[in-house]
């Protein structure tokens, strides 16, 4: 049973840092889809960063290109969000997800991915 569980998430100020954490347990299509999306309050959840081809491509939606970076450790089955030079807009609730069936230039659709993890809350405050 695959199970994805982030943590890392919390309150900062504008300008601040955070690193989210997402444990995967019993995933092993390692060539498709891995990502971080976010939801915030009355709004679509939307695609943030994902990787496909175990990592060796990134993706990044053009809100966080710069700031955010997506990265995996498989010894430790787990992958991470590093959030840099945060925003209000980016306070949301951010979820880790993985896909069984698509790779490539659709790891930014929500709609692609089968597991989600419960979700980490993410506070930028001015």
């Known amino acids: 049973q695959v199970q994805l569980v982030e943590s890392g998430g919390g309150s900062v100020q504008t300008g601040g840092s955070l690193r989210l954490s997402c444990a995967v347990f019993?995933?092993?299509?390692?060539?498709?889809?891995m990502g971080w999306f976010r939801q915030a309050p009355g709004k679509e959840r939307e695609g943030v960063a994902a990787f496909s081809t175990g990592g060796a491509i990134t993706y990044y939606a053009d809100s966080v290109k710069g700031r955010f970076t997506v990265s995996r450790d498989s010894a430790k089955n787990t992958m991470y969000l590093q959030m840099n030079s945060l925003k209000p807009e980016d306070t949301a609730m951010y979820y880790c997800?993985?896909?069984?069936?698509?790779?490539?230039?659709?790891?930014?659709?929500?709609?692609?991915?089968?597991?989600w993890g419960q979700g980490t809350q993410v506070t930028v405050s001015s």
């Open positions: 019993g995933y092993t299509y390692s060539g498709n889809c």
């Open positions: 997800a993985a896909s069984i069936w698509y790779g490539g230039s659709q790891c930014l659709l929500a709609q692609r991915y089968n597991y």
